[in-house]
């Protein structure tokens, strides 16, 4: 008897990517490639002063051991903002506190996933969704999207053909890779389908907030009335990624079921982190907080948008998000995203290529850009550098 | 199609135990149930300067998205602890900082157990690792175990006759739930084993550190040189729960899929929780503090002991142990602890019936006690409601 794994660990392989995405943290590169928030904007001077008034007032719960479900407060107040924002209906009772939103796909996995199960998923979508899924060993039906959102049509073809669908797997609001934003109109067809065929839907929803125009769309959560859609969300955009905080909304049946996994997965989370954030709420302005995001990514993101309308050559598109991280560039057909990495590296240029967002593959000609992480100057430098090197890729 | 969960979630029932439990935390109630460190102790002085010096030294970098693996300097000092305390020979390459010693155990599970496979497990054993494998729908043999350790004879021959065993799980020092302490004879033999038969072995040790008499004995992990032995711990009980702040020591051919899975189920760990630990052990006495909980633990393991000898019945046993946190009580064969605990909820003394710790039943007449939570006071006044109870019960 030797050490042998699970199977799932063949499905589960290094990224290529990752590991040459390393070398972005070189002092001199120049990153389009994470999808890291601004730095610039962490509230450093609040979070001193939240973490000693926490410590202060309820230091020996804070540092203890505390319930899965999470703190109740914060429960309280995330479901109060999503009304606000995002026209849902919920209260505490339909909130788990998760790590990350990370968590709450990994749970998910666990909760709908066995082996051989479907997950329909935008086509591209978010990389990291794929490799949590992935781990429960389903398979992915990607569903055509344009720039609404998925094409419905197509979604209700897909369901009426294929067995064990047991998740679909959407971001509605500023999609992780293309940026885009589905149309309301899409929307309600989408619920129409998910109302007519009772499929639990996860919306994930980091970046909803960071809406640089326009108004706030309802979310698919607030069209449901069959208690289907699981929402999830984080603090990791609109406050700060080490705090580890995201959440799950959804009808409580299914918390319940996320709470069950997450005992296993890590018992609950920091009581102190989620006191902090609470504490930041109560004591500054959380909308003046997410204003300054919004106005310094929507300069970053016009930026880079100029930049590429100067610089890439004819036959290159991209998309014009109106919110969120990323923006998405179409390359001419023939050219290798991958390749044309290894070439802007050398240049000191980063990005994540398309390919990754793909669960089946496919996408090679395309390419994330990621805005909110680097100043002006340096954006401008990084699209010219990877402008040149596209032309060179053209020749 | 209507929703669907995955079979495992058959596997996965809520914890009756837990929600009787829920109880617990009325003011009145004396708990002997919870694994809960003595808030009194928690460094919450301490913690105000730490916070405050990691977010004016390095607030931009400890409030980002960090790497998978954690943070290297405190992975070098765990190391380094390591080798001082339990005598192994790790470098921070054979280090991942994980989400509680709990998220070291569900991402066993994932990395290690298919549908059926089999895990060895001490009986009793941690009830939390229970859930955290049974969700990889494992199947559990229990090892007899005595007050030595695992009984290695018995375990030889259950490896002998037994198809697919993909992990050993065990907790040698100060055992969750007995309080029992493996004799480094029996370690000795129980490694000869592993070494012939390349079984993986989870040691899980929280407790270790909190030794109140005796020297330390050598780890499992400091005796296996096939690199067979994954030891997980966590900074929880040594310095505080809400820091979620554990680790894996293993082989690095381990940690590299250790990190796979961990970026799908939570990314990274907050680094600022991580820089928070190392700079306590910069600027405080890591040994010192630890020092304080060993000798309040010590008391209070002393007033409960000295309270079971005076009150209990005879025909009742409990275990006397040298660290940690829980000592185990088997009353006599026609005692049935859950029907117990009602009762002495109804009396304001909580304990978790030792039937709990069993993966396939049995041990109905077992309970386990915390004494590290409750004051001295508190503690002789709970034993002594719980020996009247357990008085009642005899009649």
Known sequence: MAVAFSKRMELLKASEIREILKITQREE???????????????????????????????????????????????????????????????????????????????????????????????????????????????????????????????????????????????????????????????????????????????????????????????????DNKGLVIFTSTFSKTFCPAMRIGWIAAAPEFIRKYVLVKQGADLCTSLKSQMEISKFIDLYNFDEHVKRLVALYRKRRDVMVKALEENLPQGTEFTRPQGGLFLWVELPRHINASELLKECLRNNVAFVPGESFFPNGGGINTLRLNYSNMPEKVIRKGIESLSKVIYKFLM
Chains 1, 2 share one sequence.
Do not use: H
């Not at 047991?166 to 129409?192: A, C, H």
């Not at 499929?199 to 125009?213: A, Q, S």
């Open 29 to 223: 590169m120049i990153s389009f490639a994470g999808g890291l928030p601004a730095p610039e904007l962490f509230p450093i001077e609040e979070m001193k002063r939240i973490s000693v008034a926490v410590l202060e007032e309820a230091g020996k719960e804070a540092l203890q051991y505390s319930t899965t479900e999470g703190f109740e407060p914060l429960r309280e107040k995330i479901s109060k903002r999503m009304n606000q924002k995002f026209k849902t209906n919920v209260s505490l009772n339909n909130i788990i506190i998760t790590c990350g939103s990370q968590q709450a796909l990994d749970l998910s996995g666990k909760i709908f996933l066995d082996e051989g199960d479907i997950v329909l998923c935008e086509s591209p979508t978010y990389l990291a969704a794929i490799s949590a899924f992935k781990a429960y060993q389903c398979q992915f039906i990607e569903v055509p999207t344009d720039s609404d959102g998925m094409i419905t049509s197509e979604l209700e073809e897909i369901i009426e053909k294929t067995e064990r669908i047991k998740l679909i797997y959407v971001i509605p609001d500023f999609q992780n890779p293309t940026g885009k934003t589905w149309s309301i109109k899409r929307r309600q067809e989408f619920m129409k389908i998910i109302s007519k065929y009772e499929i639990p839907v996860i919306e994930d929803n980091p970046y909803g907030e960071l809406r640089f125009e326009g108004d706030f769309p309802p979310s698919l959560q607030s069209m």
